[in-house]
């Protein structure tokens, strides 16, 4: 069972930036696609951005296109998102998890994602 556990919230200002991590266990990291997705309590879990295993192709929600990059180490076994630019609606507990298909795409489906973790608080004070 891979584990994955995600830091780097916290409290910031609008327009300011944090660095989310998110540390996996096992071997097989390197094969699969790694998202990202964010909830606000009351809501649906909604995507974020994801990377492709080789990291070769991204993929982002429209709502944060050119604020937040999505990066990878897979030596490491670390996925990381760089938030910039950020608004108080980005406020939510952010999740990370992994594809759930060998090699498969960094796709939006909640449900092409089978392994989560915890989340990270990000608040973003106006």
């Known amino acids: 069972q891979v584990q994955l556990v995600e830091s780097g919230g916290g409290l910031v200002q609008a327009g300011g930036s944090l660095r989310l991590s998110c540390a996996t266990s096992?071997?097989?990291?390197?094969?699969?696609?790694m998202g990202w997705f964010r909830q606000n309590l009351g809501k649906e879990r909604e995507f974020v951005a994801a990377?492709?295993?080789?990291?070769?192709?991204?993929n982002y929600a429209d709502s944060v296109k050119g604020r937040f990059t999505i990066s990878r180490d897979n030596a490491k076994n670390i996925v990381y998102l760089e938030m910039n630019g950020l608004k108080p609606e980005d406020t939510a507990v952010y999740y990370c998890?992994?594809?759930?298909?060998?090699?498969?795409?960094?796709?939006?489906?909640?449900?092409?994602?089978?392994?989560w973790g915890q989340g990270t608080q990000v608040t973003v004070s106006s």
């Open positions: 998890a992994r594809g759930s298909r060998l090699w498969g795409p960094p796709t939006k489906r909640y449900d092409d994602y089978d392994s």
């Open positions: 096992g071997r097989t990291f390197s094969r699969y696609a």
């Open positions: 990377i492709a295993w080789s990291s070769s192709s991204t």
